[in-house]
């Protein structure tokens, strides 16, 4: 068990699928082609290529706990300072070299990270000091908490407000309508699509923003149903990729 599947895995690997994809690494290593950045959250349930049926050199991936992409504000008292984590670093390097044309931020119900971020708002408490995921839970959870106050506290269901600081990249979204959702996985939702406000709020975006080079998307997949739903911008909410609903969203992003 544990590293011995890894290894058999490996073998596995060398008998089956190998040749074949090294021909595809020499097809795309002088041509590459990436048409996205997919950022989503480190879960082992989580399964990027899998989901997408995507292909050698069709997308980067980048991976963290609870799919979060840092602030451009969220650094030091001074307000505006560039950013040294890595995530927009990811970022800067899949838009200006990789020249692709979709970041896609990808969320999934029952997250550990986000099932954290709202225990430690619960209970303040729990907080652990010496718990670099605490730290950066508490740091970059911070607006999505927020958020979750003012849809908690909304019965009529108001719409929340996504603004980014340049104003490039805005629009409203209402949170599981239906009440179906859990707390936490209303707060996931939030969280992905506050990832979308934190992209845009970096200073190297701009450009590709304004000339719109770059689109943003948020998907959120349900780990109890195998269902991928993606952020529609015209309803406003999240919505099953399905075979009735891809055209729709085919001609959304087209628009
Ligand atoms: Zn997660």
Redesign the pocket.
């Known amino acids: 068990m544990g590293l011995q599947r890894i290894l058999n895995g490996v073998i596995r690997f060398r008998k089956t699928v190998r040749a074949d994809l090294v021909k595809q690494f020499e097809k795309v290593r002088d041509d590459p082609h990436p048409t996205a950045l997919f950022i989503t959250?480190m879960?082992s349930r989580i399964l990027p290529a899998r989901f997408t049926q995507s292909q050698v050199g069709d997308m980067f991936v980048l991976r963290n706990s609870?799919n979060i992409v840092p602030h451009a504000q969220n650094y030091g008292s001074a307000g505006y300072e560039v950013s040294i984590t890595t995530e927009p670093a990811a970022l800067e390097l899949a838009v200006k070299r990789g020249k692709i044309k979709h970041v896609i931020v990808c969320g999934?119900s029952d997250?550990?990270?986000?099932n954290t971020l709202y225990g430690l708002h619960k209970c303040p408490k729990a907080f652990d000091p010496e718990s670099p995921m605490d730290h950066w839970l508490r740091r970059h959870g911070y607006s999505s908490l927020r958020k979750l106050e003012l849809r908690l506290s909304n019965p009529d269901e108001k719409p929340l407000e996504y603004i980014s600081n340049n104003a490039l990249f805005s629009f409203s979204a209402l949170i599981d309508p239906e009440n179906a959702l859990s707390v936490e996985d209303k707060l996931s939702q939030i969280n992905t699509l506050q990832q979308l406000e934190n992209i845009s709020s970096h200073g190297f975006l701009k450009e590709f923003l304004e000339r719109k080079e770059i689109n943003l998307h948020a998907m959120w997949f349900d780990i109890y149903t195998g269902d991928m739903q993606m952020f529609s911008k015209r309803s406003r909410r999240f919505v099953t990729i399905d075979e009735d609903s891809v055209d729709r969203l085919t001609n959304e992003i087209n628009q």
Do not use: P, V
């Not at 997250?111 to 986000?114: R, S, V």
């Open positions: 959250c879960d609870g999934h997250c550990k990270a986000i």
